[in-house]
């Protein structure tokens, strides 16, 4: 079967550091991909990750290991706006292009 | 102003109707994708078009049709035989090359 695990829900403090994994289990892979969505809003994209190791983003940053079917999506110096779901999603390799998605991250972040 | 756009952000209807939600781009882009969002669920694919004239289903499909007669248009209609209708919509696009898809505001669905 084809499967994303990702924790339903995290707390953090401004200023902080926190981490978001992504755990997939899918019959092919031709990417992982993270999105951000506000509470009503759209997802936005923030990275792509096709190969293995780190990508860096600004204060964003986004990991990937195929052999262990795992990413991190890495967010420093939380920001209040930072509060929101970050979906972690896997593109399935010769499935027409589309997305399997996960539940999302609700993070919260407190002053 | 390049983008998509998705009229309108807020629509009710009675149980029974038919509704056709909007989706438009201006992004040339090849792919656009019909998707449904409820509270504590992931994005769920509903149907999804390469080509103009051509699209294909997702896996939540009945319920619902769609149209591509136009490479900027994607018009998603929830007929009644849908049976929990309300809900939150997006549409995305994805252009030829790129692995990203690219959303619109959304429209959230309410069947009374």
């Known amino acids: 079967g084809q499967n994303i695990d990702q924790p339903t829900e995290m707390t953090a403090t401004e200023g902080a550091i926190v981490q978001i994994n992504c755990t997939y289990q899918?019959?092919?892979?031709?990417?992982l991909f993270w999105y951000q969505q506000h509470a009503g809003e759209a997802p936005t994209f923030l990275s792509y990750?096709?190969l293995d190791g780190l990508e860096e983003k600004g204060r964003f940053s986004s990991f990937l290991s195929r052999s262990k079917g795992y990413s991190y999506l890495l967010l420093k110096e939380l920001q209040m706006k930072d509060s929101a779901s970050y979906l972690c999603a896997v593109l399935n390799a010769g499935n027409n292009r589309k997305l399997i998605w996960g539940l999302g991250t609700s993070l919260a972040v407190n002053p | 102003d390049g983008g998509i756009t998705q009229s309108p952000k807020y629509l009710f209807r009675k149980e029974g109707q038919n509704v056709t939600l909007s989706c438009e781009q201006n992004?040339?882009?090849?792919?656009m994708y019909w998707y449904r969002q409820d509270p504590g669920q992931g994005l769920r694919l509903i149907y999804y078009s390469q080509i103009v004239n051509d699209f294909q289903k997702g896996d939540i499909a009945e319920g619902y049709s769609v149209s591509r007669e136009k490479k900027e248009s994607f018009p998603l209609t929830v007929t009644s035989a849908q049976k929990n209708p309300t809900a939150f919509y997006l549409c995305?696009?994805?252009?030829?090359?790129?692995?990203?898809?690219?959303f619109g505001p959304g429209t959230r669905l309410t069947v009374t």
């Open positions: 995305a696009t994805q252009g030829t090359g790129d692995y990203e898809q690219y």
């Open positions: 992004l040339n882009h090849d792919a």
């Open positions: 899918t019959s092919g892979f031709n990417g």
């Open positions: 990750n096709v």
